[in-house]
């Protein structure tokens, strides 16, 4: 069974940074497409950042264009996703989700096994 588990959140001010982390149990983590996705307050889960097997190819959405970048370290079956200059909006539920039949990805239903999510709050 996969499981994933979040870790790096917390609150911080306006304009500072936070570095969130998921580990991935399983030794098939190098096969997955990864992602990252947020869910606020009376808010639908929105999609944030998308990273293929290698690394090699990323996408943001717009939100997170320029502030946001999604990484991963298949040696440690790491994910990343580095926030610079935060922003109140940012505050949510910050969640990983890993898929196993797609490389990048969008929509959640393409997503096979989520994390329990990390808290972020960002004051402003």
């Known amino acids: 069974q996969v499981q994933l588990v979040e870790s790096g959140g917390g609150l911080v001010q306006a304009g500072d940074s936070l570095r969130l982390s998921c580990v991935v149990s399983g030794r098939t983590f190098s096969r997955y497409g990864m992602g990252w996705f947020r869910q606020a307050p009376g808010k639908e889960r929105e999609f944030v950042a998308t990273i293929n097997w290698s690394g090699g190819s990323t996408f943001y959405a717009d939100s997170g264009k320029g502030r946001f970048t999604i990484s991963r370290d298949n040696a440690k079956n790491t994910v990343y996703l580095q926030m610079n200059s935060l922003k109140s909006e940012d505050t949510a539920v910050y969640h990983c989700?890993?898929?196993?039949?797609?490389?990048?990805?969008?929509?959640?239903?393409?997503?096979?096994?989520w994390g329990q999510g990390i808290q972020v709050t960002v004051s402003s």
């Open positions: 989700a890993c898929a196993a039949n797609t490389q990048m990805a969008v929509q959640t239903y393409h997503y096979d096994y």
